[in-house]
């Protein structure tokens, strides 16, 4: 018998995590939290679980595997993962015992991390009892792979999170050429399409150029691992203004020693030796001083260095919050975009400075996502991670005319 279960990511974006069961067999595809702005959601725990595989390092995706690491399950993923993964988990611990969020493992678990991984490379075969595994680059982030599962004949393909068109940073996924039986696919953008990058991007340059002419500080929120380095090497010709605080240095450190996954690697190399590292809150006063651009964590706000700027530039006329990345609900910069107040913890401030999104979105939009289904044409579709995976499905079976569905957590589909 081969079956897939959803134990979390159904109907969602957070907390992923899909068992697929062949016989005596049984691979956990992902396992990640769902961080919410009080509690942290983590998927049940599976009986039995002989190895896990997680498509990329961001906690949706990575984040409750500490929980089972202590009981020697090998965790198979790219050497970049691996590094990544243990950075985001340390620091989701940091944050966690800060916040008060109670957490469900100790930093030693993540250790363990260390001990139980086997790295493997993209298109390489490797073997979980009968079940033939292979990575494929997802395009996503560094190091994110999209996962194939050969048993019993079939093949399940579950792409992670993945974007088709390059970024600057990657280049776009790879697709397995077998014939693929059933296809477990994200949906975060199932229902839009991106805005033509390259005119988003003209965009963006424009209101920075606007910025720094009337000597503005640029304060650029981003996640630490992916979206800083895309803009980076967007904003390659402003390197003189560039400051890199938060997280995001020491991600970018870890990117830059596997550039095998990079596109433009010795670029952002140059690109992150002349930013200015920021560390304390007295280099970040002096930079307040005069024109900067300033990348830093948390990207939806939540902390970080970003809170610190922003409680300093909110009232000013001359700064500027440029938002990059995709803004979960409730969190202080959805909040911020909805409403024009910053909230966080007791604080709860009018923003005056300027205030604009992006989508430099690293997902595959919903021409992607078909472009995707076409050249894989599955035999059955599972929608998975997103908001409207319902409404997708039903879109993928009226264009396609191939079986899809959007399953709740919990479910359990058979693979015939
Ligand atoms: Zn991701
Ligand atoms: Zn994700």
Redesign the pocket.
């Known amino acids: 018998m081969l079956s897939i279960t959803g134990l979390g990511?159904c109907g969602e974006?957070?907390k992923?995590a899909f068992l697929i069961n062949s016989d005596s067999t049984n691979i956990l595809l992902d396992y990640?939290v769902k961080i919410q702005q009080e509690t942290i959601e983590y998927p049940p725990i599976p009986k039995r679980v002989d190895a896990i595989i997680p498509?990329?390092s961001?906690l949706?995706?990575s984040g409750a595997i500490p929980v089972l690491s202590k009981a020697r399950i090998p965790i198979y993923l790219t050497d970049a993962s691996l590094e990544l993964t243990v950075l985001l988990l340390k620091d989701s611990v940091k944050i966690s015992e800060r916040n008060g969020q109670p957490i469900n493992f100790s930093k030693k678990d993540i250790y363990y991390i260390l001990k139980n991984a086997k790295t493997v490379k993209y298109e390489k075969d490797f073997f979980i009892n009968d079940v033939r595994c292979r990575l494929f680059d997802a395009g996503?982030i560094p190091g994110s792979a999209g996962i194939l599962l050969s048993a019993k004949n079939k093949n399940i393909f579950y792409t992670?999170?993945m974007k088709l068109e390059p970024q600057y940073l990657v280049n776009g996924c790879s697709l397995p050429r077998e014939k693929i039986d059933v296809l477990i696919t994200?949906s975060?953008y199932s229902d839009r399409n991106h805005p033509d990058r390259k005119k988003e991007e003209k965009n963006f340059k424009e209101r920075i150029d606007e910025a720094l002419n009337m000597n503005e500080t640029v304060l650029i929120p981003s996640f630490a691992v992916g979206r800083a380095q895309e803009i980076l090497l967007i904003l390659k010709d402003y390197r003189k203004y560039i400051a890199l605080d938060g997280m995001a240095q020491e991600a970018t450190k870890i990117i830059l020693r596997h550039k095998k996954y990079l596109k433009n690697g010795p670029e952002l190399e140059e690109i992150f030796m002349s930013a200015k590292k920021v560390k304390n809150n007295k280099q970040r006063d002096m930079l307040l001083k005069k024109p900067h651009i300033i990348v830093t964590t948390a990207g939806m706000l939540s902390g970080g260095p970003a809170v610190y700027y922003i409680k300093k530039i909110y009232n000013r006329k001359n700064s500027r919050i440029l938002l990059v990345g995709f803004q979960v609900e409730e969190t202080p910069g959805k909040i911020l975009l909805d409403t024009g107040v910053f909230r966080n913890n007791d604080t709860k401030l009018q923003v005056r400075c300027k205030v604009e999104k992006f989508d430099f979105s690293s997902?595959a939009g919903k021409n992607e996502l078909f472009k995707i289904i076409e050249t894989l044409k599955p035999k059955q579709v599972i929608c998975v991670?997103g908001d409207k995976c319902g409404k997708f499905a039903k879109d993928i079976e009226k264009e396609f005319k191939i079986p899809a569905i959007a399953p709740k957590n919990g479910d359990k589909i058979l693979v015939r």
């Open positions: 990511g974006v957070g992923s990640g498509s990329h961001h949706d995706h996503h992670g999170d994200e975060t997902h991670h």
